[in-house]
Structures are given as C-alpha cells and as structure tokens.
C-alpha cells in the first residue's frame, strides 16, 4: 500500500491503526470484533460489552501486522479468524508461542529491532499501570518504525521514565499514544490519560496522536474532554487519517 505522504497513521477503532511508513503498511493491534461481542472489561465503572462501536467502512489493505500485547481489546477472536494465516505478523517474544499455536506461519518476535522492507522496527518498553497493577496486566510493548521519517507507537503505557528516553533516543515524527485513561474500580489508570499526554506533549517536538478512545467499557477520557484539556494534540475519529 502507498500513500503520499511519507508517514501516515489511519484510526481504525480503539487501537487498531494503519501505519503508512514510506510505501509499508502495518496493521497495528487488529480487534475486528462487532459491536457487543467481546465481554466487559471486570471490575470497572462500565459494564457494556465490547466494542462499544462498529468498525468504520475503510478498506483495510496492510503489508504486515504488529501486535503490540494480546489483551483482547487488541487482538481478539475475529483477527485471528479474518487475518491470513501468512501474514508476517510482529509482537513480544513471550507472545511469538501463541499466534504459532493459533495458525500463523510468520510469527516475527522483535526482541530488538528488525527490518522489514525499508523499515527498521524497533521494540520498546511498556508499563500498562501502576505498581503491582501494572505487573499483573503482564507484559507489553511499544514499538518505533524507522525509515526516512521515524513513528512511535507506545502501546499499552503510562507516562514514565523509558517513554521520555524512547522519545530522546529516536526522536520521533509523529508519535501514538493510547489515551483513554482505562482504569477498574481500584487503583489508578492502566493507559494515559491528560496528565500523561500533556508530559509526552511537552517532551517531544513530533506530531501527538492519540487513539485508544470511546470504544472499550473501561476507557472513561472522552474525545472531548481531552480535546478541551490539551493543546497541539491530535484526537482522530475512527476512520480518520493523519498524515505529514
């Protein structure tokens, strides 16, 4: 797939993104689920099932997928099934088992980095939480893809120490972040929410884009209410594309 601009990112629905970077397409944290058929996420302030929105009518035409953790509100029953089963496919190395158990013949774990086409990808860390919440939640990654123009996305995560040092390190042109500020009833937000998009905001001169929003049950941060709490950040509605 190509695109005139030389880095692009189209939301498909909550984490679901078309990643353009030079003429390569990624697929990010395929959830091709209907409305409704995906349970509630427990212990939290919403009890809809899941996703709480269709699918938007785009085409969905990809040269590889990345998975960056296989929470199902990331890669459910319905990828697996509507996915080839020789996709190259990129995630964790603790998770390479289990898309080789479900089928997948070119299952590429990124302990570090890998290039695929022009792109270099690299794996990057994670923390879905605080404290004991966030080891519970198990492990999760972020990955950058560099070629001419370098994207960050930073998966699953709070604001903390090794996302400002991704940022330094590869200085990214446009960055994802998944906001939301997903939480259970106890303890605190396992994604980001203002507070951590205003940090990741400030931190880099890149193009903020934030997605993870008003399709899950426990992701309680409005599109609105980020829009009306940050400035120079970019909240696309699903089917929406960025480019530069």
Same mark, same amino acid.
């Given at each position: 797939?190509?695109?005139?601009?030389?880095?692009?990112?189209?939301?498909?629905?909550?984490?679901?993104?078309?990643?353009?970077?030079?003429?390569?397409?990624?697929?990010?944290?395929?959830?091709?689920?209907?409305?409704?058929?995906?349970?509630?996420?427990?212990?939290?302030?919403?009890?809809? @099932?899941?996703?709480?929105?269709?699918? =938007?009518?785009?085409?969905?035409?990809?040269?590889?997928? #990345?998975?960056? %953790? /296989?929470? !199902?509100?990331?890669?459910?029953?319905?990828?697996?099934?509507?996915?080839?089963?020789?996709?190259?496919?990129?995630?964790?190395?603790?998770?390479?088992?289990?898309?080789?158990? @479900?089928?997948?013949?070119?299952?590429? =774990?990124?302990?570090?980095?890998?290039?695929?086409?022009? #792109?270099?990808? %690299? /794996?990057? !860390?994670?923390?879905?939480?605080?404290?004991?919440?966030?080891?519970?939640?198990?492990?999760?990654?972020?990955?950058?893809?560099?070629?001419?123009?370098?994207?960050?996305?930073?998966?699953?995560?709070?604001?903390?120490? =090794?996302?400002?040092?991704?940022?330094?390190?590869?200085?990214?042109?446009?960055?994802?972040?998944?906001?939301?500020?997903?939480?259970?009833?106890?303890?605190?937000?396992?994604?980001?929410?203002?507070?951590?998009?205003?940090?990741?905001?400030?931190?880099?001169?890149?193009?903020?884009?934030?997605?993870?929003?008003?399709?899950?049950?426990?992701?309680?941060?409005?599109?609105?209410?980020?829009?009306?709490?940050?400035?120079?950040?970019?909240?696309?509605?699903?089917?929406?594309?960025?480019?530069?």
């Amino acid at each position: 797939m190509t695109t005139d601009s030389r880095i692009s990112v189209q939301l498909v629905r909550n984490a679901t993104v078309l990643a353009t970077i030079d003429e390569t397409t990624f697929l990010i944290d395929p959830m091709f689920a209907s409305p409704g058929e995906i349970p509630p996420i427990p212990d939290t302030p919403n009890d809809r @099932e899941n996703p709480l929105v269709p699918m =938007p009518n785009i085409e969905l035409s990809y040269d590889a997928v #990345v998975v960056t %953790h /296989r929470h !199902p509100d990331h890669f459910d029953e319905a990828a697996i099934e509507e996915l080839d089963a020789d996709v190259p496919l990129f995630c964790q190395p603790e998770e390479a088992g289990a898309f080789t158990d @479900e089928g997948f013949t070119d299952v590429r =774990p990124v302990d570090d980095e890998m290039t695929f086409d022009s #792109v270099t990808i %690299h /794996r990057t !860390p994670g923390r879905h939480g605080h404290g004991e919440l966030a080891e519970g939640m198990g492990p999760v990654s972020g990955f950058v893809f560099e070629a001419d123009e370098t994207l960050y996305i930073a998966g699953d995560t709070i604001w903390y120490d =090794p996302v400002e040092e991704t940022l330094g390190q590869f200085n990214p042109d446009m960055v994802v972040l998944n906001g939301g500020e997903a939480q259970f009833e106890q303890g605190e937000p396992i994604t980001m929410g203002v507070e951590d998009i205003n940090a990741v905001r400030n931190a880099t001169d890149a193009a903020v884009v934030v997605d993870h929003m008003e399709a899950i049950n426990h992701c309680l941060l409005s599109r609105d209410e980020l829009r009306s709490e940050t400035e120079d950040v970019l909240v696309p509605e699903d089917g929406e594309q960025i480019a530069l």
